[in-house]
Each structure stands twice: as structure tokens, then as C-alpha cells.
């Protein structure tokens, strides 16, 4: 199985890329796009700022590419915040593929929000074997409220999506590579030969 982290210069790819290794899985750095259309799983990591972080996928047509993908397609953290509609941070317009607009924590809550919270009503396949309020690591300032394509929850001064799918598009707002044991298996259960369905 050919597994590729897309490699835009705003991931935390070194970090997802050695939690994949300890799970047993190998996977190619790339932002070719060949590449990426020739994987059987696909990972968009994020780390840092909206506007920026588009500008950089534009830059390399990753923009246009990413939203016609038919494999499996992880985003995590602000991969997940840009495969949304528009996200307050820059005014930033996303790839459009979640329907859902990326919101700011209001001014009374302590951002960004970082550190372990809990996931609750978690659906589909990508979250099998995961308990209930399990605790996963998140840090972020901004959020995607709920909605119809919301496939777990978090609290944090408001009830938002901390995963989100479509099709064959997921994305995860908390960081899996960072969320222990819990992670790790959220990691296997999307890396598993038969991709989880959305429900």
C-alpha cells in the first residue's frame, strides 16, 4: 500500500510520518502531484496559518487537485480547517470540500485551546474500537461547528466537530500522531486495508 503525506511546508509531517513508522507503515513526502494521485491513502496535515497555508498550496495547484481526489484523504488540524468552505482566519476561502465555515473561539475562551480533551458521539469506521469520550491532543484557535457532515464532537466553550466526513474525505481537528494509544488507532483504522464508509 502506497501511503503519501502531502508535503506543502505546513505540516507537521516528521511527527505524523514516525507514528505511521511505529504502526508499521512506510509513507512517501511529497507534494508531486503524480505521486499523489497514483496513493492508495492520502494524509494532508496542517500546522500554522490559513491564508499562508492556502497561498502555498496554490502555488503548487495542490488547491485544485486535493477536492477531485478519490482515495481516502486524512486532513488533520489545519488540513482539516482548509478542506472547509472559508475558515475567519485571513478570510481565508478553503478547498470547499466539507460544507461548513471554520469559525474563531470567541474572545472569552483562552486560545488557542491546547492540551487533552474529549471526543464524544463518534461515528463511521474511523473511530472502531475508540470509547466514548476518549482523550485526544488538540491545539487550535479556530473550530468547525457542527454540522451535517460531523462525525465527532468536543467541547470547548461550544460543542464544534473535532472530525468531519464526506465521501471519501476525512478530516480530524485533533492531532492523531500526538494522541497516544487513542490516536494510534484512529491512524490504523483509516490506514486499514478496507477504508472506512462514511455513514
Not at 516528521?14 to 505511521?20: E, M, N, T, V, Y
Not at 502555488?59 to 481526489?69: N, S, V, Y
Not at 473511530?127 to 487550535?140: K, N, Q, S, T
Not at 473550530?143 to 472530525?163: F, L, Q
Request: net charge negative.
Amino acid at each position: 500500500m502506497k501511503i503519501v503525506i502531502i508535503d506543502y511546508g505546513a505540516g507537521n509531517i516528521q511527527s505524523i510520518k514516525f507514528a505511521l513508522e511505529r504502526l508499521g507503515y512506510d509513507a512517501v513526502l511529497s507534494y508531486d502531484a503524480e505521486e499523489i494521485k497514483a496513493a492508495d491513502k492520502i494524509i494532508f496535515p496542517g500546522v500554522g496559518e490559513a491564508s499562508s497555508a492556502m497561498r502555498k498550496l496554490k502555488a503548487t495547484g495542490l488547491d485544485k487537485l486535493i477536492p477531485e481526489l478519490t482515495q481516502p484523504v486524512l486532513g488533520i488540524c489545519l488540513g482539516m480547517q482548509l478542506m472547509c468552505r472559508r475558515s475567519e482566519e485571513g478570510n481565508t476561502t478553503g478547498l470547499g470540500i466539507f460544507d461548513v465555515d471554520v469559525l474563531h473561539f470567541n474572545n472569552k475562551l483562552k486560545v488557542p485551546h491546547i492540551g487533552w480533551n474529549r471526543i464524544k458521539e463518534l461515528q463511521t469506521a474511523l473511530f472502531e474500537g475508540i470509547a466514548e469520550r476518549e482523550f485526544v491532543y488538540l491545539v487550535h484557535s479556530y473550530y468547525a461547528p457542527v454540522c451535517s457532515e460531523t462525525i465527532a464532537k468536543c467541547d470547548y466553550g461550544v460543542n464544534y466537530s473535532s472530525a468531519l466526513n464526506k465521501d471519501n474525505f476525512y478530516g480530524v481537528q485533533f492531532h492523531p500522531e500526538k494522541s497516544s494509544s487513542a490516536g494510534e488507532k484512529i491512524l490504523g483504522n483509516f490506514l486499514a486495508p478496507q477504508p472506512p464508509k462514511g455513514e
